[in-house]
Nanobody, 122 residues
Framework: QVQLVESGGGLVQAGGSLRLSCVAS????????MGWFRQAPGKEREFVAA????????RYADSVKGRFTISRDNAKNTVYLQINSLKPEDTATYYC???????????????WGQGTQVTVSS
């Protein structure tokens, strides 16, 4: 099993920034990719970004390219999501996920965190 704990969410004004963190523990060697997803009220969960532990290769949703940056610290088993120029439409619960493929499909990820809330006020 892999446990994922997110943190860093909060209430921020439009135009501000946040850095989300996700700490992985347990059988982390069984996974090779970490991803971030988000789900806004009344909407489906959507892919945001993903990164491989080994090479740091990344993928982003088109809607966040240029504003979101995913990174990882292998020594700390931690993945980060830097969010800049926040918009009200970024309001959502952000989830960290772990899997084996660098893909955009949520069902490919085996482990999920509880989520951290990001609220952007206009």
């Amino acid at each position: 099993q892999v446990q994922l704990v997110e943190s860093g969410g909060g209430l921020v004004q439009a135009g501000g920034s946040l850095r989300l963190s996700c700490v992985a523990s347990g059988r982390t060697f069984s996974t090779s990719v970490m991803g971030w997803f988000r789900q806004a009220p009344g909407k489906e969960r959507e892919f945001v970004a993903a990164i491989t532990w080994s090479s740091g290769r990344t993928r982003y949703a088109d809607s966040v390219k240029g504003r979101f940056t995913i990174s990882r610290d292998n020594a700390k088993n931690t993945v980060y999501l830097q969010i800049n120029s926040l918009k009200p439409e970024d309001t959502a619960t952000y989830y960290c996920a772990a899997g084996r493929l660098l893909v955009l499909v949520g069902t490919a990820y085996e482990y999920w965190g509880q989520g951290t809330q990001v609220t952007v006020s206009s």
